[in-house]
C-alpha cells in the first residue's frame, strides 16, 4: 500500500483533515497535500517517526516500497447465491505492474458453485469494473442491489442466465423485466483468481 493509499484511508476511518494530520505530524498542510498526491519529497526522520507512529505502520518501509502495485480486497462474494454484498476493505494484494491497470479490485470467494471452472471457496478473484460482457464470461453480478454471486453469463431468449460451474448448483434465470425491476446488474468481468494454498 501507498502513503497515499494509508493516508486516504486514515483520513476516511478516523473523520480528520489535512490540517490535523500536519499538526500531528509536524509538517504544514500542503505537504500533506503533496503526499495525497504522490508527490514525495525527502522526508526527515522525526517526520517519519510521527506519521509511523500516527498511521501505525513502518511509513520508512512504505516509502523504501514505492514500486509496488497493489489492489483492494473488496470483501466477499459467493459462488453460490444469498450472500449480502460487503465493500469493506479487508486488505491489499499485490500485483504486477501490467495486471495493475487491467483490473480494478479484488473480491474473497466464499461457496463452491465455480470449481469445475478453478475457483474455489476461499479463493480471490481479480475483477475489471464494468457493466456487460460476453457471452460465456464469468462475471460478479449484482442481484438486488444486495447480493452479489460469481457465475458464467449466458444471454439468449430475451433471458439472462447464471450459470454454476458445478453439477449440484442450478443455474439461475432472469427475464428482460426482472433484470430492470429486480435489477440484475453486471458488475464486473473476474480475470483470475488465486489460491490461498497452506
Given at each position: 500500500m501507498t502513503l497515499k493509499e494509508l493516508l486516504r484511508e486514515y483520513k476516511l476511518k478516523c473523520n480528520v483533515?489535512?490540517?490535523y494530520i500536519a499538526e500531528k505530524v509536524g509538517v504544514n498542510k500542503?505537504?500533506?497535500?503533496?503526499?495525497?498526491?504522490?508527490?514525495?519529497?525527502?522526508?526527515k526522520p522525526e517526520v517519519i517517526e510521527n506519521l509511523s507512529y500516527l498511521l501505525g505502520v513502518d511509513v520508512e518501509a512504505?516509502?523504501?516500497?514505492?514500486?509496488?502495485?497493489?489492489?483492494?480486497?473488496?470483501?466477499?462474494?459467493?459462488?453460490?447465491?444469498?450472500?449480502?454484498?460487503?465493500e469493506n476493505i479487508e486488505g491489499y494484494e499485490d500485483v504486477s505492474k501490467s495486471d495493475f491497470y487491467k483490473g480494478d479490485y479484488f473480491l474473497r470467494v466464499t461457496g463452491d458453485s465455480m470449481t469445475g471452472a478453478k475457483i474455489h471457496d476461499n479463493d480471490l478473484i481479480y475483477v475489471k469494473q464494468c457493466h456487460?460482457?460476453?457471452?460465456g464470461t464469468i462475471a460478479v453480478v449484482?442481484?438486488?442491489?444486495?447480493?452479489?454471486?460469481?457465475k458464467r453469463i449466458i444471454k439468449k431468449d430475451h433471458l439472462l442466465i447464471l450459470e454454476a460451474a458445478n453439477p449440484s448448483v442450478p443455474s439461475r434465470y432472469f427475464t428482460d423485466e426482472e433484470i430492470e425491476t429486480?435489477?440484475?446488474?453486471?458488475?464486473?468481468?473476474?480475470l483470475y483468481s488465486r489460491s490461498d494454498f497452506y
Open positions: 483533515t489535512n490540517d500542503s505537504t500533506v497535500s503533496r503526499w495525497l498526491k504522490n508527490d514525495m519529497k525527502v522526508m512504505v516509502v523504501r516500497d514505492t514500486d509496488k502495485y497493489n489492489k483492494p480486497i473488496l470483501g466477499t462474494a459467493k459462488a453460490g447465491y444469498g450472500l449480502l454484498a460487503d456487460d460482457v460476453p457471452n449484482l442481484i438486488e442491489r444486495e447480493e452479489v454471486t460469481i429486480l435489477p440484475v446488474q453486471i458488475v464486473g468481468k473476474v
